[in-house]
């Protein structure tokens, strides 16, 4: 429906104004302008939520990428979702995400189609019954709203998620016998607002970290304690929809939480000095990033994302490390810190996921 169409039935969204002129300008505002416009009337949220409106900030190009970050209260049962502006260092509170209470944040798996302005939170569990979930909940920026999409396949929690070519994926996790690890996996296309069935991971993996590099996508079990037995991971190829084992160094060096920047996998590591390394797939090693660890200020547990050539580490309180990366003629990486302060409010919340997202 177009404004103009929304305007017949309501009156001039602007008094004395053209409706043309009035999308002309909406279609300038920013994300965090438009939620505000939408408080104006019912009759603006129908006109920046409908179809036309959406595709004419698409057709040109108005998007901006956004860090949208779930938080935890500690020890509180409360969560949140929250978007960073890397522009101005603002944040913006997203409306609550509908979900049973009390739950496990880190439980959940979280992906995003960051072009569609999409957010997908899946599975979970509940913090007092220790039961799993199968819900997916999907947030969309052009609405500002979350809605309830078709449950998965499969009952999953501590599970990996991640979106290739427009398709949701969700591999390995918990599920309801007690120490089951899933081996199943599953894929939503929302064109058609299904799951279906893919290949199954050659052993059931519990998520300690996964990443996305062109069109595979990287699982590894991680390190627990007490170090018995090395890591685990798998790589699962969507052109091949076949998963293999991942290579012995990426999986032996992946010691904390990963982030791709560009084309490369980058690694703030749990332990010591928290010193990002990069891994180098030429020869299957990791190697230190020149420069000084993560800001002491940044208090953990610690979630990470690159966007446009930067390292964004979100760490308790919503405080944010931005790492700027570059390469030096040699090949070696570099990192330059800076803190940005988390939002008021927030000093009791820790991170637990985050997602790139265009708005």
Known sequence: MAISEISNKSGPLIPGLPDEITEQCLLLLTFPELTVVRSVSTAWNRAISSPSFVQARK???????YIFCFSYQRPKTGIQWQAFDPRSRCWLLLPPMPCEMPVTAPAFACAAIPLEGELYALGGKRSDT?????????YRTATNSWTVGPPMRHTRAYFAAASIDGKVFAAGGKGVLAGEALSSAECYDPEWGTWGPVANMR??????????????????EGWSWPFTFSPRGEVYD??????????AGMKEGW?????????????????GDCRVKVYSPEDDRWRQVIGEGVPRQLLKPYVACGLEGCLYVMARGLDVGVGRLEMGPGGEWTVDWEVVAGPTGSVDYGPSNCQVLCA
């Open 255 to 271: 010691t904390g939480t990963g982030a791709v920047v560009g084309d490369r996998l980058f690694v703030v590591p749990e332990h």
């Open 130 to 138: 220790d039961a799993e979930f199968r819900r997916m909940v999907t």
């Open 238 to 247: 969507v052109d091949k929809d076949t998963w293999q084992e991942m290579s």
């Open 59 to 65: 057709n040109l190009k108005l998007s901006q990428p």
């Open 203 to 220: 052993r059931g993996l519990l998520r300690y970290d996964s990443a996305v590099m062109g069109r595979k996508l990287y699982v590894t």
